[in-house]
């Protein structure tokens, strides 16, 4: 069974600049999450989606940040502009309705020049 | 409000010695509580959790950790870790929707 996958591995762009991340998740999986893992601290949830509605995006920065999951499969996050402070981790995970354990992907690795 | 607390950052050992990583959570509600690692330049992958019942969970890779709820404790345990048992290892708890993590501690197993 193929895991969660995400694109790129990594991106250094400069600040103000735009970048997107894709992640696909496993074949199945209604619910899906876009987390943020700055360097020395654990993940935190920027969004999760339950098919292709918005189920907590609570801690989304949403005058920059923007995520979709259009059809109810992959899913798109964005940051424009980007700013320093971006740089971390982008982790997507992915579960199955109602379970308890998260399938994550390897991650974009995102530096902000 | 809910918490996970790692007390330790990194904990070296020598490789077949016995490891405890400690995990502290703080929660209003009764939680659900994981442990996940992270190998260099990979994802998460689940270890083990506590959703009830026995308070000892047995997990993957031969690590084992106890609910200790008057202690609000989920400490990790290993009898005989090896050099490839290095990696970060992350406490999470689920009260309500979602996942809250720790900061971490990294293992680092010595020859």
């Known amino acids: 069974e193929a895991g969660v996958a995400q694109s790129p591995r990594y991106k250094i762009i400069e600040k103000r600049q735009s970048v997107a991340f894709w992640c696909n998740p496993i074949s199945g999986h209604a619910t899906l999450y876009w987390y943020q893992q700055i360097l020395g601290q654990g993940p935190k949830l920027l969004i999760q989606?339950?098919?292709?509605?918005?189920?907590?995006d609570s801690q989304l920065p949403k005058d920059r940040f923007s995520a979709e999951r259009l059809k109810g499969v992959d899913s798109t996050l964005k940051i424009q502009p980007a700013k320093l402070e971006d740089s971390a981790v982008y982790l997507c995970?992915?579960?199955?309705?109602?379970?308890?354990?998260?399938?994550f992907g390897p991650g974009t690795r995102l530096t902000v020049l | 409000a809910q918490s996970v607390t790692q007390l330790d950052s990194q904990v070296p050992v020598f490789e077949e010695a016995p490891v405890e990583l400690r995990c502290n959570y703080s929660s209003s509600v009764s939680v659900y509580l994981f442990w996940y690692v992270q190998y260099p330049n990979q994802g998460l992958q689940l270890l083990l959790k506590y959703l009830s019942g026995s308070t000892l969970v047995k997990g993957i890779n031969g690590f084992e950790a106890e609910f200790n709820k008057s202690q609000t404790s989920f400490h990790l345990r290993k009898p005989s870790v090896h050099i490839s048992d290095t990696a970060e290892y992350f406490c999470?708890?689920?009260?309500?929707?979602?996942?809250?993590f720790g900061t971490g501690t990294r293992l680092l197993v010595s020859p």
């Open positions: 995970a992915s579960s199955l309705p109602g379970s308890d354990e998260q399938f």
């Open positions: 999470a708890l689920r009260g309500f929707q979602k996942l809250v």
């Open positions: 989606f339950q098919n292709n509605g918005v189920v907590d």
